[in-house]
């Protein structure tokens, strides 16, 4: 039972980390340091619940107020911030991270290591009364993940590259409130329970997926740049 778990569990953290790894094929991040990256992800879950449960505590509000709550302070922030956190210890100061698409890279990692433990809890807690909360996480919260570590990628990369310390810090806190805000407003659509709210989670999403491909894209576009730009000049 366990085992089956385990495998519907890690398996779409799994295909999504290949194929970011395989996206990053000019100038591709050492397999150890992604590792890492995975375990952080993984471990950062402990702290996370912890911190959770406190804020939990602190929601006195009710109806709508307490869903906000719920989805934007309680798991939206904590879990975008202990995200950033991983990603600014283990590989932000790395001489591999040396270029822009790789913020997004370890972003995504740790966003995936997160996502593969809390996916494993959900399936013990749940899977015996909805034999599909397994396909649902699969589909809709584990991709979501990913998308979010997009963002923060993205900004972590301009935070790294930035040419001031002002211009920096402004980064390396966007790459927290914009996940979260996103993060947030998933939540909450689904939080509130109304079956109307497909009519707008749906198109949510797609807007999710495309202004992330968009910032994929565009870091994918500057990485074969330089990398064909490094092998002009070696020739």
Known sequence: MFI????????????IGLAVYLTD???????????????????????TIIVERLLVRFNIFGGVLGILYTAFIVAGFTEEYFKR????KVAYHKEDFDEKLDGIVYSVFVSLGLATVE?????LRF??????VGLYRGVLSVPAHAVFGVTMGYYLSLAK????ETEEKKNIRKALYMPLVLHGIFNFI????????????????FYLWKTNQKKLNK????SKVNFLDKDNFDN
């Open 4 to 15: 089956r778990i385990l495998i519907i569990a890690i398996t779409p953290a799994i295909s």
């Open 25 to 47: 094929r000019y100038d591709r991040e050492p397999i150890s340091l992604l590792a890492k990256s995975f375990v952080g992800g993984m471990i950062i879950v402990l702290p």
């Open 85 to 88: 956190y991983t990603v600014l």
């Open 119 to 123: 996916n494993i809890m959900y399936l």
């Open 127 to 132: 899977s015996n009364f909805n034999p599909y």
């Open 161 to 164: 590259f930035s040419t001031s």
């Open 190 to 205: 689904l939080m509130l329970g109304i079956p109307q709210t497909t009519l707008i989670f749906i198109p949510y999403v």
């Open 219 to 222: 870091y994918i576009y500057e």
